[in-house]
T-cell receptor
Framework: DAGVIQSPRHEVTEMGQEVTLRCKPISGHDYLFWYRQTMMRGLELLIYFNNNVPIDDSGMPEDRFSAKMPNASFSTLKIQPSEPRDSAVYFC???????????????????FGPGTRLTVL | AQTVTQSQPEMSVQEAETVTLSCTYDTSENNYYLFWYKQPPSRQMILVIR??????QNATENRFSVNFQKAAKSFSLKISDSQLGDTAMYFCAFMKGNNDMRFGAGTRLTVKP
């Protein structure tokens, strides 16, 4: 498997523009996570999905941020309008939460994509 | 709310030596999971090691081992025989069963030749 794929790897845009970040999770994984990493706030969970359904979006900073997962192999994180303080590295991660048989299940870790470095001027 | 504290912003170690990175966390949960992730300059987040809170035995992965002290809510990472490729940011992470993962601020480790 190619791992979690994110695009673009780098994005530079001007304040007020719409930005769309894309993620393809590992095939078969049923959880997908969006994180934001900044020097000031470290790694923050923005939102996560289970079986394409948003479970917890309490980390989404503002209404300018929205995320969708139309199918099991694709998710987007959109910022509209973008602001300079949105500049950060955005990570997508996926996991298959449990593996193994009932009674002997193992919690699987989250696999991270390479991240998208967003710069809003 | 769960918090994860890494009190060492930066550390350095000589190649082939041993280094220990500290992590403490705060939770009222009894069942949870702890992780150490490595982020090299490439920015890729890589899982180093994980520990289930219900297991008393400390996890070990080759040169990496943890000292898990549940009562003290401490989860330190020991890297033995440090290699230049171990140079990276190391993040301690806490996760409940609901997949809500919280990361510490990270420790920047430099391995010197």
């Amino acid at each position: 498997d190619a791992g979690v794929i994110q695009s673009p790897r780098h994005e530079v845009t001007e304040m007020g523009q719409e930005v769309t970040l894309r993620c393809k999770p590992i095939s078969g994984h049923d959880y997908l996570f969006w994180y934001r990493q900044t020097m000031m706030r470290g790694l923050e969970l923005l939102i996560y999905f289970n079986n394409n359904v948003p479970i917890d979006d309490s980390g989404m900073p503002e209404d300018r941020f929205s995320a969708k997962m139309p199918n099991a192999s694709f998710s987007t994180l959109k910022i509209q309008p973008s602001e300079p303080r949105d500049s950060a590295v955005y990570f997508c991660a996926s996991s298959l939460k449990w593996s193994g048989q009932a009674g002997a299940q193992v919690l699987n870790e989250q696999f991270f994509g390479p991240g998208t470095r967003l710069t809003v001027l | 709310a769960q918090t994860v504290t890494q009190s060492q912003p930066e550390m350095s170690v000589q190649e082939a030596e041993t280094v220990t990175l500290s992590c403490t966390y705060d939770t009222s949960e009894n069942n949870y999971y702890l992780f150490w992730y490595k982020q090299p300059p490439s920015r890729q987040m890589i899982l180093v090691i994980r520990q289930e809170a219900y297991k008393q035995q400390n996890a070990t992965e080759n040169r990496f081992s943890v000292n898990f002290q549940k009562a003290a809510k401490s989860f330190s990472l020991k890297i033995s025989d440090s290699q230049l490729g171990d140079t990276a940011m190391y993040f301690c992470a806490f996760m409940k069963g609901n997949n809500d993962m919280r990361f510490g601020a990270g420790t920047r480790l430099t391995v010197k030749p």
